[in-house]
Each structure stands twice: as C-alpha cells, then as structure tokens.
C-alpha cells in the first residue's frame, strides 16, 4: 500500500522557515516524479513544485521561486520542501502527491499545515 | 501564465447526469485531469489523461476534453459523489489546477 506522510508544518511568523517532509512508502521511490501541492484554507488546490527521480530536475509555481526548494533523499525514500521567506499567503495545507508518467499525481498523503502569522 | 477556469458550483439530482466544465486556451492540446476532494480528505485522481480511469473510480466517472474546454461527467450520480472537483493540466512543466467545482446533489 502506497502511503506518504508529511510533517514539519507549524506557525511560523512572516519572513521566517519552515523544512516540510514527506515520507514514503509501500512503493519503489526511485521511480517516481514527486510533487508538492498546497491548498489555503476554504481554498482550491496549488502545484507548488515537482522533482525528477535523480533530483535533477525542478519546477517551480513562479509564485515560489527564489523562496521554496524541493529535494529528495532516496535512501531516505523522502522528500523535503523548503520554504523560506514566508509571507501569510503561504498559510495552506501542504500536500505531497507521488506523480505516475510524470503526469497523474495518483496518490497524496494527509498533509500538514502551514500556519504564517505573527 | 496558463489558467483554467471552472464555475464554482453545479448541482444535479440523485440519479441524474452531471457535467463539469473546464476551460482553457487550446486545453484539447494537453491532457486533462480530474480531482475529487471529500471534506477534511486529500484529492483523489478519477479521470487520467482526458479518459482513463482509474480501477478503483466507479464506471459512472468519464471524461471528454477537445478544443478549449474539458468535461466530466458523472452518470447516475449518488450522494456519495458530493464533492468539490478540480481540474489540472500541464503547461511547460508545470502543473495548474482549475479553481474547482462544488458538485451538491440534491
């Protein structure tokens, strides 16, 4: 059984950071894309970013760049979001979501919540 | 940036057809997917790819996507097809999400 499981959100005051993890498992990590999605509170769903299997590549909501990065840790089967430079529109449930094909995010964990305010 | 606009709400009653729309510049080009969310429960892929379905979806989920505008539609709704439902596509490697729909049955 495929299980993903986030922790690492909190409260968190304007301009400060936060290290988002996903653990994975019940499948072979390494041979999927990996994404981070995100939904504000009463709010729709938001892609925030996606990395390769290798790590090598990342995309990004432009919304997040220069703020937010993604890695992995395959011999932690895990995946990490950083987020820095917080500002209160940020405050959201993040979710991540194993991708198939690189296209179907086909199973998400339970999320953890971002809470940025001071 | 690319966008997909979907309307806030429809309702349909038990036993009939519902239709979801989604719209976006040249959509048919990309492949649509199609998100339900449950109340305090995280999304659920029940249409890949414009109209593949996943084993577990029931056969009443379908989907069609041409032009600019992709659909689903949902047949013999039940009760237990309340929900709030997103559309996503890709654009240059980046995912974008429809703004979604409530779907009431009532």
């Known amino acids: 059984e495929v299980q993903l499981v986030e922790s690492g959100g909190g409260l968190v005051q304007p301009g400060g950071s936060l290290r988002l993890s996903c653990a994975a498992s019940?499948?072979?990590?390494?041979?999927?894309?990996m994404s981070w999605v995100r939904q504000a509170p009463g709010k729709g769903l938001e892609w925030v970013a996606n990395?390769?299997?290798?790590?090598?590549?990342?995309n990004y909501v432009d919304s997040v760049k220069g703020r937010f990065t993604i890695s992995r840790d395959n011999a932690k089967n895990s995946v990490y979001l950083e987020v820095n430079s917080l500002r209160a529109e940020d405050t959201a449930v993040y979710y991540c979501?194993?991708?198939?094909?690189?296209?179907?995010?086909?199973?998400w964990g339970q999320g953890t919540l971002v809470t940025v305010s001071s | 940036s690319y966008e997909l606009t979907q309307p806030p709400s429809v309702s349909v009653s038990p036993g009939q057809t519902a239709s979801i729309i989604c719209s976006g510049d040249?959509?048919?080009?990309?492949?649509a997917y199609w998100y339900q969310q449950k109340p305090g429960q995280s999304p659920v892929v029940v249409i890949y790819?414009?109209?593949k379905r996943p084993s577990r979806i029931p056969e009443r989920f379908s989907g069609s996507n041409s032009g600019n505008t992709a659909t689903l539609t949902i047949s013999g709704t039940q009760a237990m097809d309340e929900a709030d439902y997103y559309c996503?596509?890709?654009?240059?490697?980046?995912?974008?999400f429809g703004g979604g729909t409530k779907l009431t049955v009532l």
């Open positions: 979501a194993r991708l198939v094909g690189q296209m179907v995010h086909d199973d």
């Open positions: 019940g499948f072979i990590f390494t041979n999927y894309w």
């Open positions: 990395i390769k299997q290798d790590g090598s590549e990342k």
């Open positions: 040249k959509l048919g080009d990309k492949y």
């Open positions: 790819q414009d109209t």
């Open positions: 996503q596509a890709w654009d240059s490697d980046t995912a974008v």
